[in-house]
């Protein structure tokens, strides 16, 4: 039988079957033989394919006023037959089987209808609360059927629509930066491309930024040096490199050779009163409780020259704390006060705050320092952003602001006082418009109750099954019946749930490198539509 067959049965069991010949040139039809309204099954010739993923439409015409057609992701693909027994290791004269009597059975998942009023002329999308009629047709969706997905997506472009293998250029699959606040988490294996997918995002947060549009603040982190100006190495290229939109973006760095060799990049200072006690825990590895007590007493009195004072003197004095605690407590100011990074009278943390609440996108390039320097880092701005996004907490009209942390399992793993301070935002930051973007290959160390909250989840080829069962119990949409799916991800795929789209969204993800040139182009055509106008842009 060749692709123009297409076998269309009752049940299985039955040998009551009806040939149905298809045309090459139109589009292939099915019938729904079963199950209910958790899951469809339909059946396909056994020479023909279909994908995990794939979505496929079945026609209802069953109502009088209304059309509906419901929208099927499949979720598994099985052999089957009429045949009972062992047939298939029997023979039968010179075949093992009559090719009439098997095919393949594809079971999918409801994602929901769409309904069409004729009396109103109103198509809308919902969730499904019935079934559809038996034998009703299945086809592979059309681009049509896709169309309302454009109304439900926000504006921070990150890739186009996937259904199965095949990319849908005339769907692009955009996040909402209003709901940013609400926590994003980024989760996929080493090389499935979580780096390529947070530069696309800056990518889009820098343009709508450099048109004045911009209501989401991004602080992006870098500890590995990849997103300023990718790798030559893995001919990468990095955030400098869109040029065009250069005024949605501010990068900082604590490598002086990175200030000097690129007037874009700013040494990044951080000033000596803008250090709380309480900020130099997660610099030195374990504390002592007597060690955290100290500090806790120091950072209650609140003492905004504390630091100054003790680079001054070298002193420090801590009522009822024994003198070798405070020993080992001003051993390791010393230290502090070594880092290149520390300025007696400049900071740089006050201008980035400002860059944030104009909706830039804020590079911290982090090469070269070492892991607990950067959670130190790291810890100090949050606590900055957040406290200086309280006080504005009543402006209803301020942008949102979200903090990228690389690694985020060892901030967010829960049980350490040393990093209250992210756990601190992922509970309530979005009462002030604070938002985390958890970026991991191991979602299941991150603290179960932490990662409830993250209402976008990014997720890439995973391939422990523990780290996809965690991501299931949390996420807001039911990702059980994608656990096949996620496991079979290739590089650049995804599964997106967030908040607005009715479903879990399959994505390809954009290329970087693709998506510049493609951002560059649109610059252009932008320029041409406005020549003999003058354009209007932000002041770099």
């Not at 504390?287 to 120091?298: G, S, V």
Request: include cysteine; charge should be neutral.
């Amino acid at each position: 039988m060749k692709n123009q067959l297409s076998i269309i049965g009752d049940d299985i069991g039955s040998n009551l079957l009806e040939r149905k010949i298809v045309d090459k040139t139109k589009t292939t039809t099915y019938k729904i033989i079963s199950k209910d309204v958790r899951e469809f099954h339909f059946i396909i010739p056994y020479d023909e394919r279909v994908e995990l993923g794939q979505i496929f439409s079945i026609k209802d015409y069953s109502v009088k006023d209304d059309e509906i057609t419901f929208l099927a992701r499949v979720t598994d693909i099985q052999h089957d037959s009429n045949y009972d027994g062992k047939w298939d290791t029997t023979l039968k004269g010179t075949a093992f089987y009559d090719e009439d009597q098997i095919f393949n059975r594809v079971v999918a998942e409801p994602l929901g209808c769409i309904t069409f009023n004729k009396k109103m002329g109103k198509k809308e999308f919902k969730k499904s609360k019935t079934i559809p009629l038996k034998f009703s047709e299945v086809e592979k969706a059309s681009l049509d059927e896709f169309r309302f997905l454009t109304e439900k997506m926000g504006d921070l472009e990150v890739g186009y629509l996937r259904n199965g293998s095949q990319v849908v250029e005339e769907i692009g699959v955009k996040l909402n930066s209003e709901i940013m606040d609400h926590h994003m988490g980024v989760f996929a294996t080493t090389g499935m491309g979580k780096s390529n997918f947070m530069k696309v995002f800056a990518a889009s947060c820098m343009k709508k930024a450099s048109m004045g549009e911009s209501k989401l603040g991004l602080l992006l982190a870098d500890p590995h040096g990849e997103y300023l100006m990718g790798s030559a190495k893995n001919n990468t290229k990095g955030l400098l490199h869109l040029s065009e939109y250069k005024n949605g973006l501010r990068c900082y760095s604590t490598n002086n050779k990175n200030a000097k060799e690129n007037a874009e990049v700013e040494t990044l200072k951080i000033g000596i009163r803008d250090i709380n006690p309480t900020d130099i825990l997660p610099l030195f590895g374990e504390w002592r409780p007597a060690q955290k007590e100290a500090i806790e007493i120091m950072d209650s009195e609140n003492a905004a020259d504390w630091l100054e004072s003790f680079k001054e003197n070298r002193e420090l004095v801590i009522k009822d704390i024994h003198e070798k605690t405070i020993e080992v407590i001003k051993r390791r100011l010393n230290l502090l006060l070594r880092y290149s990074y520390i300025d007696e009278k400049n900071s740089s943390i006050d201008k980035i705050i400002k860059q944030l609440k104009e909706g830039k996108v804020i590079l911290i390039d982090m090469e070269g320092i070492k892991e607990r320097s950067e959670l130190f880092l790291l810890s100090l701005l949050s606590r900055r952003i957040l406290d200086e996004y309280q006080k504005d907490s009543l402006d209803n009209d301020k942008n949102t602001c979200l903090i990228a942390i690389e690694e985020a399992q060892r901030v967010l793993g829960g049980g350490d006082g040393s990093i209250s301070g992210f756990e601190i935002i992922a509970r309530e930051g979005r009462k002030f418009g604070v938002g985390l973007c958890a970026i991991t290959q191991q979602p299941k160390l991150v603290d179960k109750l932490l990662l409830s909250q993250f209402n976008t989840l990014v997720i890439m080829g995973l391939g422990d099954r523990n780290d996809r069962k965690c991501l299931e119990e949390s996420a807001k949409q039911d990702l059980t019946t994608l656990d096949v799916e996620i496991q079979t991800l290739e590089k650049g795929e995804a599964i997106i749930s967030t908040l607005k789209v009715p479903f879990p969204i399959p994505v390809t993800i954009h290329l970087y490198e693709d998506y510049i040139k493609q951002l560059k182009e649109q610059d252009k055509d932008l320029n041409r539509s406005s020549r003999g106008k003058k354009l209007v842009r932000p002041p770099n």
